[in-house]
C-alpha cells in the first residue's frame, strides 16, 4: 500500500518533448487508468514510475519517497508487460519464483508462495510448463502471478490486454478487477481502449500529447468531458462537436434549420460569440414530428444489435445518433432531432476547453484540471 | 521447385551429383588409400577399393609422428581456443548491446572491422609481442626515461601463447550480437523489476536462451582451433608442445625417401576424426543456432 505523488515530472527524447509536467496524485489502494491514443505519452509516465525511463525534469515519489534515483528493484513497483515479457526458458514455477530466487527466498518457502500464488490466477496445473505451451489467457496469467508474488506496493500495468482476443479480454478485465479488490494494492493500468478504462478505473487520467487532459471518476469524464479532446475520445460512437453562434437575444443556437434553447444566463455571458457545442449519440432524440427539431439525413447506419448508429449529415457536417431497436431507419432518410438541453456541452471553440453552464466562464481550464486531482481523495 | 520439368530436374540433379562427387572425392582416397599397402597405394590406376591393412598403417603413424602427444595438444589448444571465444565473444557482444555507452558505436565497429583480418595479415606483429611481452612497455621506458630493463617474458613454447592471441574474435561477437538484438526489450525490462542486475540476467537468461547459438560457435570455433597451422608453427619449437597439423607436415615422404602414403593418408584420417565427431554431435543445434533463434 502506497500512494504515487508525480510532481511536475517531464521527459525528452533528445530534445523532444513527451511529457510536459505532469502532476499528478494517486491515492494508496486506488485503481488509476491512465488513458490516451498512442503517443500521448502514458507509457512513458508509467515506464518512469517504474523506474525503466530516466526522469527529465520534476519528482516522483512512492510512499513519500523520492524514487528518481532509484533502481527499479528498490521502488517497491511490480509490472504487467503488453507482450508479457515470460523468460521463455523457464518454466511457469521458476517464471513465477524468480523475483523471490534473486532475492535469496530459501527454496521450500519459495514453492510453498508459488503454489500460493499459482492457485490464486488458476494455474496451479501449468507450473511444469513452459511459456511457449500456453495460451495468451495464460500467459497473461503467468505475467500477473509473477506481479502479484512479490507483494509489490505498486502494481503497473502496461497495456496488458491488448494482446488478448475480444472475449478473454472481457474475462480477464474481469479478474483483474477482483485481484485489485483482493489485494488492494496501489494500481496503475495505462490503456487506450476507453471500455476497459471506464470498467476498471477508480479514477481516470485522460492525457493527450504530453498533458493531462482530465483527472476524474469515469461517469464524471463522460457526463463532463473538461475539452473536445476527452469529449470525442470517450464515448462510442464519439460526440458529436459541432461550431456555432450563440443567439444572446434568444438565448438558443442555431443548427440544422432548428433553434435550441440553452439557457438565458449561458447565453448572456457568451455575447454572441462562436462556440461549439457537443451533444452524445445517446442523448439526441427523434422528434414527433417533421417539422420541429434538427433536420438530419441519414448517411449510413451500423446495425448494433441492441440498438443501431445513424451516421447523418446536418448542414454538411457529420452527425450520429443511436437509435433503439424499434426505430428503423436507412439511408437517405430525413430524420428530426430533438437535442435537449440539459445534455449540450460547450467547448471554448480557441482552446477546446469545456465552457462550464452553471458557473463563470473559467480562464485557465487546464491548471484547474491538475488542482482537482489533489482534492479528490480515495474512491470505493 | 514448384514446375514438374523432366529435363530440369535431370540437369540439377547431374550438377548435385558432381558437386558431391568433387566433395566426397578426396575422403574416398583418404579412406582407401589408409587401407591399402605401400605398393598398392601407388599402382597406376589408383584402385578406390578399400584393403585390410588400415590398423597397420595408423600404428605406424601414431608412432612416426608421435600422434598421442600432438593429439593432446590439439585437443587442449582448441578447447581452449573454443572457449576462451565463447566466452569472450559473449561477454562483449552483451556490453555492447545492453549496456548504454557513449563509444558503443564505435566499439561495435571497431570489433567489426577486424573480421576483415584474417590472423595471417596480423601474424607478425602478434609474434613480436607474444615473444616478448614487456616490448612495448620497454620502449616507452627507453623512450622517456633511458631505462633499460632485462626481464623476459614470452609466451613461446606454451599453452598460453598457442591460445590467447586466438581468441579474440569478431565473428563470435557478432553472431551473438544479432542473437542479442532479437531478444525483446521487455526481456531486460521484466528482469530488471524482478529485481535482477546486469550479471544475474546475463547468467540467468542470456546464456541459457543463447544456448543453440552457443554450440554452433563451438562447433565452428572447435575446427577452426583444431586446424591452426601457421600460429602453432611461429609459437612452438619444443616438439612436447607439437600439434597435430605440424605432425601431418611430419608424416609426408620426404622428397627421396620411402613413398609411402599409406601412412600418410591414415594418419590424416586419424587427425580428421575428433573434428568429425565434434560436427557429427553438434551439427543440429549448428544448423538451428545459424538460421533460427529458438525462442
Known amino acids: ?380 | 521447385m514448384i514446375q514438374r520439368t523432366p529435363i530440369a530436374d535431370a540437369v540439377t540433379y547431374a550438377i548435385m551429383v558432381l558437386g558431391f562427387i568433387l566433395l566426397i572425392g578426396p575422403f574416398l582416397v583418404i579412406i582407401a588409400g589408409a587401407s591399402q599397402t605401400m605398393q598398392q597405394v601407388n599402382a597406376i590406376p589408383f584402385s578406390f577399393l578399400p584393403e585390410n591393412q588400415f590398423l597397420a598403417n595408423a600404428t605406424q603413424a601414431w608412432q612416426r609422428a608421435d600422434l598421442g602427444t600432438a593429439m593432446t595438444n590439439s585437443l587442449i589448444m582448441a578447447v581452449l581456443v573454443t572457449a576462451g571465444k565463447v566466452a569472450l565473444s559473449s561477454l562483449t557482444a552483451f556490453a555492447i548491446v545492453f549496456f548504454r555507452s557513449p563509444l558503443k558505436h564505435l566499439f561495435f565497429w571497431s570489433v567489426f572491422i577486424t573480421l576483415m583480418l584474417p590472423l595471417e595479415v596480423r601474424v607478425v606483429p602478434t609474434y613480436a609481442v607474444a615473444a616478448d611481452l614487456l616490448q612495448p612497455v620497454k620502449f616507452i621506458l627507453s623512450l622517456f626515461g633511458g631505462i633499460q630493463i632485462g626481464v623476459d617474458w614470452n609466451l613461446l613454447n606454451s599453452y598460453t601463447g598457442l591460445t590467447l592471441p586466438l581468441i579474440a574474435t569478431a565473428t563470435g561477437t557478432f553472431l551473438y550480437r544479432q542473437f542479442f538484438m532479437t531478444l525483446p526489450d521487455e526481456l531486460a525490462e521484466a528482469a530488471r523489476m524482478d529485481g535482477s542486475g546486469p550479471v544475474r540476467f546475463f547468467f540467468d537468461m542470456l546464456l541459457p536462451l543463447s544456448r543453440t547459438n552457443m554450440l554452433a560457435l563451438t562447433t565452428i570455433m572447435f575446427v577452426y582451433g583444431w586446424n591452426q597451422y601457421l600460429w602453432p608453427l611461429l609459437m612452438v619449437t619444443d616438439p612436447s608442445y607439437k600439434t597435430v597439423m605440424m605432425s601431418l607436415r611430419s608424416l609426408l615422404p620426404a622428397d627421396n625417401g620411402t613413398p609411402d602414403w599409406n601412412v600418410t593418408l591414415a594418419g590424416s584420417l586419424l587427425i580428421m576424426l575428433p573434428p568429425l565427431v565434434v560436427v557429427g554431435v553438434l551439427q543440429r543445434w549448428f544448423v538451428r543456432g545459424l538460421v533460427a533463434t529458438d525462442k
Open chain 1, 1 to 380: 500500500m502506497a500512494d504515487i505523488d508525480i510532481r511536475a515530472v517531464r521527459k525528452n527524447y533528445g530534445k523532444t518533448p513527451a511529457l510536459h509536467g505532469v502532476d499528478l496524485f494517486f491515492a494508496s489502494g486506488e485503481f488509476v487508468v491512465i488513458l490516451g491514443p498512442s503517443g500521448c505519452g502514458k507509457s512513458t509516465l508509467l515506464r518512469m514510475i517504474a523506474g525503466l525511463e530516466d526522469i527529465t525534469g520534476g519528482e516522483i515519489a512512492i510512499d513519500g519517497r523520492v524514487v528518481n534515483r532509484l533502481e527499479p528493484r528498490e521502488r517497491g513497483c511490480a509490472m504487467v508487460f503488453q507482450n508479457y515479457a515470460l523468460y521463455p526458458h523457464m518454466s511457469v514455477a521458476n517464471n513465477i519464483g524468480y523475483a523471490l530466487k534473486v532475492s535469496g527466498v530459501p527454496k521450500a518457502e519459495r514453492e510453498r508462495r508459488i503454489a500460493e500464488t499459482a492457485k490464486i490466477v488458476g494455474l496451479q496445473d501449468y507450473l511444469a510448463r513452459r511459456p511457449a505451451a500456453l495460451s495468451g489467457g495464460q500467459r497473461q496469467r503467468v505475467a500477473m502471478a509473477r506481479a502479484i508474488i512479490r507483494e509489490p506496493k505498486v502494481f503497473l500495468f502496461d497495456e496488458p490486454l491488448s494482446n488478448l482476443d475480444a472475449k478473454l479480454r472481457i474475462s480477464m478485465r474481469a479478474e483483474i478487477r477482483k485481484l485489485h479488490q483482493r489485494l488492494s494494492a496501489t494500481s496503475v493500468f495505462v490503456t487506450h481502449d476507453q471500455v476497459e478504462a471506464m470498467t476498471l478505473a477508480d479514477r481516470l487520467v485522460v492525457m493527450n500529447r504530453g498533458y493531462v487532459e482530465q483527472v476524474g471518476r469515469p461517469l464524471e469524464i463522460y457526463h463532463r468531458p473538461a475539452s473536445t479532446f476527452v469529449a470525442s475520445f470517450i464515448g462510442a460512437p464519439a460526440m458529436n462537436l459541432v461550431r456555432t453562434r450563440v443567439e444572446v437575444e434568444s438565448a438558443s443556437i442555431r443548427f440544422g434549420g432548428a433553434t435550441v434553447a440553452i439557457d438565458p444566463a449561458f447565453a448572456a455571458r457568451q455575447r454572441g460569440q462562436d462556440v461549439t457545442f457537443g451533444i452524445r449519440p445517446e442523448h439526441c432524440r427523434l422528434s414527433a414530428t417533421a417539422e420541429e427539431g434538427v433536420q438530419a439525413r441519414v448517411d449510413f447506419v451500423e446495425e448494433l444489435g441492441v440498438g443501431r448508429v445513424a451516421y447523418c449529415e446536418v448542414e454538411g457536417e457529420p452527425f450520429a445518433i443511436t437509435l433503439d431497436d424499434h426505430t428503423v431507419v436507412t439511408a437517405g432518410d430525413m430524420l428530426s432531432l430533438l437535442l435537449p438541453s440539459e445534455h449540450l456541452h460547450f467547448f471554448d471553440t480557441d482552446t477546446g476547453r469545456r465552457i462550464e453552464m452553471d458557473a463563470p466562464v473559467p480562464d485557465a481550464a487546464p491548471a484547474a484540471a491538475h488542482h482537482s486531482v489533489q482534492t479528490m481523495g480515495v474512491l470505493s
